[in-house]
């Protein structure tokens, strides 16, 4: 006769195997893996050298060129450039309302023919209708809000040369990775950048990037520990009634 098992050795023997694979899983997710790239900002290499023509008997061969007086700056593509991070903004809102309505209506009671007094034939404890009326409501809102933001982001980061625009104008982008104890860390930064905003050292300061996109972000243990978690995030999302 085959033996039935018992309802509580099945339920340790499931619990058992939950706590062992909780044991091991937990481990790997606490491993911090390397930085990953993100292909949107990856370097790009600059071009190729032409191959050296062969037999034309001149010294000078195009595309082999190098000027001995020629500016270290940035100028083709895969060239890199330094960007000084030297952000620095701060905004204030203030906003204060208040709104009031009162609304008062009154109807008095009417007379016909010199009478005031009706019955309509109904008995009441009177002998008489009451027919006027009177209607009174209030309504008022007072509201105030301040938002203050203040965010800066200093630092340096080195991007390259991605592609030359037809009025000489250069589009940049860029990525650090930094791997921690806790985490990793990244720092972004795309955009286009003007010739002459790049100085002497081949630095231009991320405040002359047009259409710039700087970007700090982070992950792992330290990033996971600042976020906010699903159940908070319910209770202050506009579907929360209260």
Not at 37 to 42: I, T, V, W
Not at 73 to 90: F, N, S
Not at 183 to 195: C, D, F, K, M, T
Request: with cysteine.
């Amino acid at each position: 006769m085959k033996r039935t098992p018992n309802i509580d050795t099945v339920v340790h023997r499931r619990f058992g195997l939950w706590l062992l694979i909780a044991m091991v899983v937990m481990p790997l997710i606490g491993c911090n893996s390397a930085p990953k790239r993100d292909p949107d900002y990856a370097a790009v290499p600059p071009a190729e050298i032409p191959a050296i023509p062969q037999g034309n008997g001149s010294i000078y061969q195009a595309g082999f060129e190098r000027s001995w007086f020629e500016n270290v700056r940035a100028r083709r593509v895969g060239d890199i450039l330094v960007v000084q991070l030297t952000e620095d903004t701060e905004a204030k809102q203030s906003n204060e309302g208040e709104v009031s309505r009162s609304n008062n209506t009154s109807v008095t009671q009417p007379t016909l023919f010199g009478r005031g007094d009706f019955s309509f034939g109904i008995p009441t404890q009177s002998g008489v209708f009451n027919l006027s009326q009177n209607l009174q409501s209030s309504t008022s809102f007072e509201g105030e809000a301040e938002n203050t933001q203040e965010n800066q982001f200093t630092g340096s980061l080195s991007v390259t040369v991605t592609e030359v625009l037809s009025n000489g104008y250069l589009k940049v982008r860029g990525e650090k990775r930094i791997g921690m104890t806790g985490g990793n860390e990244y720092v972004r930064v795309s955009g286009i950048v003007r010739p002459e905003d790049i100085d002497l050292n081949n630095t231009v300061e991320s405040t002359r990037i047009a259409d710039a996109t700087l970007v700090y972000v982070g992950d792992g243990q330290v990033s996971m520990a600042s976020r906010m978690g699903w159940l908070a995030k319910f209770f202050i999302s506009a579907i929360m009634p209260f």
